[in-house]
């Protein structure tokens, strides 16, 4: 297996100072994020106020409804010292599928749209999105993303929703990395950075969902192999299939 080295409290140090660092450059002195109280917003609410000051990190937190963990996410925002804010993203969600049941194709309605609860799923991340984009651009700040690389890798993230942001600290990390830096942090509380991950909507653990550890997507990538080939193909087939969501659209230039 390859070589792989990875130092904490080096990976900390650094995105503090790059985070610092892009800010200054686009000459915004503030961010806001979600947070869900999971281990990824947790550590990006963090580094965030570490390198730019606790004053100038705004927490959006935006249950769908009763979110049974809210304390978790208001946890943080203690801990760290960030401004937040609670937007409960219910009546919105509703509306929004009110509005399609309730549509027109037209003169001729013919091809209703079916209920999909897929679909539905990500309705939450797609108006936690524009609520976070409206709150930032209400502020003048710039919108922090929080997923890793692990979640990238596979997939496991909603295009036009946590997969938009102006910056995101966390994305060359993997999901066990993101638990390394967060336990450099004395700020923050172990339990939290530790969580087991879910995504806040289906009820359901990630690596059940998913049908994979966070560790085997960690080897797969700094290691080169998990250690099971039938593993490391299902990894890279769905590293291949959502690179879509990891990349700009293409532009189908019509003189090329």
Request: proline residues 5%; contains cysteine.
């Amino acid at each position: 297996m390859a070589e792989y080295q990875f130092n904490p409290v080096e990976a900390r140090d650094r995105l503090v100072e790059k985070i610092r660092e892009f800010m200054h450059g686009v000459g915004v002195s503030r961010v806001a994020l979600g947070v869900s109280g999971g281990k990824d917003s947790t550590v990006a609410s963090a580094l965030c106020a570490r390198a730019l000051g606790k004053e100038n990190v705004y927490g959006v937190l935006m249950p769908d409804g009763v979110q049974k963990d809210i304390a978790d996410s208001m946890s943080v925002c203690r801990a760290t010292g960030i401004n937040y804010r609670i937007v409960n993203i219910n009546e919105m969600h509703n509306a929004l599928l009110k509005a399609v049941e309730a549509g027109s194709n037209g003169e001729i309605d013919d091809y209703p749209v079916p209920f999909s609860e897929e679909s539905n799923v990500n309705v939450g991340p797609r108006l936690r999105m524009t609520t976070l984009r409206y709150v930032a651009q209400a502020l003048g700040a710039f919108v922090c993303g929080t997923g890793n690389l692990s979640e990238a890798t596979v997939g496991y993230c909603t295009k036009d929703g946590d997969t938009s942001c102006d910056f995101n600290p966390l994305g060359a990390l993997t999901s066990v990395e993101v638990v390394q830096v967060g336990l450099t942090m004395p700020e923050l509380p172990r339990e939290l950075v530790q969580k087991t991950p879910d995504d806040g909507l289906s009820g359901v653990p990630d690596e059940v969902k998913l049908g994979l550890t966070y560790r085997q997507i960690h080897d797969f990538l700094r290691l080169g192999t998990c250690g099971d080939a039938a593993v490391d193909e299902k990894i890279a087939k769905r590293e291949k299939a959502n690179m879509h969501k990891r990349r700009m659209p293409p532009i189908l230039n019509w003189a090329e």
